[in-house]
């Protein structure tokens, strides 16, 4: 179930889940439509809690994506601009919000091709396959990508840790924190997430 509302700047996307997959009270990115290393502005946000009801997405901000006569405006624009890294990232964001998961994946692929120093592709990769699909281990490899990518981007090591915890691997899950602190600027928004993740992580055991 999607839930669209607010409005936000053009260049990011706010995502509240709601999943039974394990990964309780933690906070992930969401599908941002910003390409770039670590200067990308306006990084949305995600958390991820326990429930009964299955997955539940809202996304806020994402009015200029959705429905189909957007959808078509972003289609069309990375058709039109093959070798845009930014359109195939935006059409990736608009199949995302209209529910087309695959095509959401392709576009965020070239994207990742256009511009391999991006974190941004990967991570969304890694947020539909942890949250749409509650596959934590097909998500795990991308946003393993995403930290190779830009090794500065916060979220990448964020949501590494929650899949990597999600998929039953608390020393793997306490490794991506750790490496997120040593590589992540302090003043970057998925810092203080980091370093309240490794306080939650110290209390598990490593399997």
């Known amino acids: ?5 607010g409005t936000v700047g053009a260049a990011a996307l706010a995502i509240l889940v709601l999943t ?9 990115n969401g599908t941002s439509g910003t390409t770039g290393n670590s200067s990308a502005t306006n990084e949305a946000s995600t958390t991820i809690t326990n429930s009964t009801t299955g997955t539940k997405t809202i ?3 994402g009015q200029q994506y959705q429905g189909s006569a957007n959808l078509k405006k972003y289609q069309d624009a990375a058709k039109s601009k093959p070798n845009d890294a930014q359109a195939q ?3 990736g964001v608009a199949s995302h919000v209209n529910g087309d998961d695959t095509a959401a994946i392709a576009y965020y692929k070239k994207a990742a091709a256009l511009d391999p ?11 539909i396959y ?22 500065t981007y916060g979220y990448g090591w964020w949501n590494l840790a929650i899949a990597e915890q999600t998929a039953g691997d608390v020393a ?3 490794q991506a924190v750790a490496n997120g602190l040593k590589d992540v600027k302090k003043s ?7 370093q309240a993740m490794q306080k939650q992580l110290q209390s598990k055991k490593t399997s």
């Open 59 to 61: 996304v806020e901000g």
């Open 1 to 5: 179930m999607k839930r669209l509302y």
């Open 130 to 151: 942890l949250r749409d699909k509650n596959d934590a281990k097909s998500a795990i490899p991308y946003y393993q990508k995403a930290t190779k990518a830009d090794p």
């Open 188 to 194: 970057d928004p998925a810092y203080k997430g980091l």
């Open 89 to 91: 990232l935006n059409a």
């Open 172 to 174: 793997a899950a306490k």
């Open 20 to 28: 039974g997959c394990g990964a309780a009270n933690n906070t992930t």
């Open 117 to 127: 120093k991006s974190a941004v592709p990967y991570n969304n990769i890694g947020n």
